[in-house]
């Protein structure tokens, strides 16, 4: 097995390799004055099972645009399988038609990727597993929330609650608690089709005196999270963590969620962030070996 670290992931790519003890090959990049690009694969594919690791988050369309020249290029060179290993998939929240006449971004971007040749697609806690079902290969949707419950277990949060900011994601917050063991919720957000303005459903949270997981796929602007952890802190939470998955941490995110009362925000590597503490090259590595 090869796998190929993209300009996205160079550094989970590599874990990945290290994990599995597999071939790397490099791809390089020759950027052009009018913003194009070349790319070319440093190594022989031909006959390979190929492992193209490249995540997408911002900025999007170049990170997505890549993976697909990637993709195409690998079969194109004769490799034998080529694996799609996309750790965050963008426009995953776009998986329907929520106002008519909107593109359905998360479909066209699956035709796209298998349009490519990919054998199978392999994502982290994607937004919608519905969106899975739009592809024809097999796939794979794993999850990095055990590997975060361990690292706040092993910090000494065992027992902790664990929440999700939305109801939609109360699975992340009832896996975190197979872990922590300290109990589980919910809150409910809406969000404004239109202006993009969310709302959290004041709640009663029994959390006086504890310490509390917040627990959310994505943090983008951190308005969510932020809202929540304000929320545990007036209720008299003792420590609230912030913990994503996907940290895209937008503008002031950090900050936001910080001055509302978080210890601390903690992420995986799926995208390149300053709070990647845990890496997704275990689940990802295991998952490949299978
Ligand atoms: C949406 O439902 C996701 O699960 C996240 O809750 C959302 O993307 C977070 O966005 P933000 O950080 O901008 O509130």
């Known amino acids: 097995m090869i796998i190929v670290p993209g300009p996205a992931s160079q550094s989970l790519g590599k874990k990945i390799a290290e994990a599995l003890n597999a071939r790397v090959v490099p791809v390089n990049l020759k950027a052009f004055p009018d913003g194009e ?25 170049t ?3 890549q993976l697909l020249l990637m993709l195409d290029t690998a079969k194109e060179l004769g490799a034998k399988k080529v694996t799609a290993v996309v750790p965050y998939l963008a426009f995953a929240r776009q998986d329907k038609r929520f106002l008519a006449g909107e593109a359905v971004s998360a479909e066209t971007l699956v035709k796209l990727i298998e349009a490519c040749g990919t054998s199978r697609f392999v994502t982290v806690n994607i937004h ?20 975060l419950a361990e690292h706040f277990k092993s910090r000494g949060l065992d027992g902790a609650f664990s929440l999700s900011p939305d109801k939609g994601a109360i699975g992340l917050a009832e896996e975190a608690d197979r872990v922590l063991g300290g109990g589980c919720g919910w809150l409910r957000k809406e969000r404004d089709r239109y202006t993009g303005e969310i709302q959290v459903e ?11 997981i917040v627990l959310d796929d994505i943090i983008s602007t951190g308005g969510t999270i ?14 609230v963590y912030a913990a994503c998955v996907h940290p895209l ?15 601390e925000i903690v992420g995986t590597d799926s995208i390149p962030s300053s709070v990647r503490t845990v890496s997704l090259a275990p689940v990802i590595a295991e998952a490949l070996a299978r």
């Open 37 to 61: 690009y070349c790319l070319r694969f440093d190594g022989d594919l031909t006959g390979e099972e190929v492992v193209i690791v490249q995540t997408t988050g911002p900025p999007q369309d």
């Open 63 to 65: 990170n997505i645009l």
């Open 128 to 147: 919608a597993e519905n969106i899975l079902k739009k592809f024809r290969v097999p796939t794979k949707n794993l999850s990095a929330i055990t590997l």
């Open 202 to 212: 004041e709640k009663s949270l029994n959390v006086k005196g504890k310490d509390v």
């Open 226 to 239: 932020a809202r929540a952890i304000k929320m545990l802190k007036t209720q008299g939470a003792r420590r």
């Open 249 to 263: 941490l937008i503008g002031e995110a950090k900050t936001k969620i910080i001055e509302n009362g978080a210890e």
